[in-house]
């Protein structure tokens, strides 16, 4: 089945096909991630050339196929996240979160839910909120869509909510600090990680405006997350890879009081 149409979507990633064509991954709205090939897009005078560029979101034309390859002819409407394009860390965060989306469901599975969630990560980063928070509660969220259902809600053994948690393995959830004895190989992870994982599972981002995080609770969040991520998720991406030699030389660079 073939159609020529037009859809709202973001650019995945491209890679050069033979001399001068190209192959675009786009996630789009209307069809989930589609696979395109464009006809002369590796010309320099191509008029599809900014809007391929990574992190752009256009409405793409083309000829659309529920499988295989679609052919992608133009695009109009088009809205580069300058931001993500031109800062490295932004950069990197926003290239995870798009191959995060990219990992957890099939092609051609339509999925606007995920769409409106990555593209919202996306355009709040570019407008200037916090790229390692916004990047935090995207990776809570999507573990779902790789199927790994958690309980962050309560304790699995008294179903308390409040006080300090670990997480365990064994119970697929947090543990409270009384019932710590019942795993002995939970995660032993710092309470405020765990804390903040709790609330990154449940909000929206609009809350994000009114949380300011410790390099040093990053820090834990981000090593929580890391060991959540081997057990469940089992996923080696080159941009994660990035992410994780830059935080060795971010904090250099980085200026020093973030607010
Ligand atoms: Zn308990």
């Not at 001068?20 to 002369?40: C, H, N, P, Q, R």
């Not at 990053?218 to 997350?225: D, N, Y």
Request: proline share 3%.
């Amino acid at each position: 089945m073939a159609q020529i149409g037009e859809t709202r979507g973001m650019i995945l990633f491209s890679r050069d096909y033979k001399e001068k064509d190209k192959l675009i991954k786009i996630f789009t709205e209307s069809a989930g991630k589609v696979m395109f090939f464009a006809k002369g897009a590796h010309r320099a005078n191509n008029p599809l050339q900014t809007a391929i560029q990574p992190f752009t979101e256009a409405v793409f034309i083309g000829n659309l196929k529920t499988d295989g390859l679609s052919f992608l002819n133009s695009a109009k409407d088009i809205k580069p996240l300058r931001k993500l394009q031109e800062d490295i860390f932004l950069n990197a965060y926003g290239s995870y979160i798009l191959g995060l989306a990219d990992s957890a469901i099939e092609d051609h599975i339509y999925d606007p839910a995920l769409y409106g969630f990555t593209k919202d990560a996306l355009q709040r980063m570019n407008d200037g909120a916090d790229g390692e928070t916004i990047m935090n509660i995207f990776e809570v969220q999507i573990m779902q869509r790789f199927g790994v259902a958690l309980n962050w809600q309560s304790c699995g053994v008294c179903q308390k909510t409040t006080g300090a948690f670990d997480y365990s393995s064994k119970y697929n959830g947090i543990l409270c600090q009384e019932h710590w004895s019942m795993d002995p190989h939970r995660y032993h992870a710092d309470p405020r990680a765990v804390y903040f994982i709790r609330m990154f599972n449940s909000i929206n981002y609009d809350a994000i405006n009114t949380i300011n995080l410790k390099l040093e609770t990053k820090k834990a969040i981000r090593q929580t997350l890391d060991q959540l991520y081997d057990e469940y998720i089992g996923l080696h991406l080159k941009s994660k890879k990035f992410i994780d030699q830059m935080s060795e030389w971010q904090d250099v660079l980085k200026p020093k009081e973030e607010t």
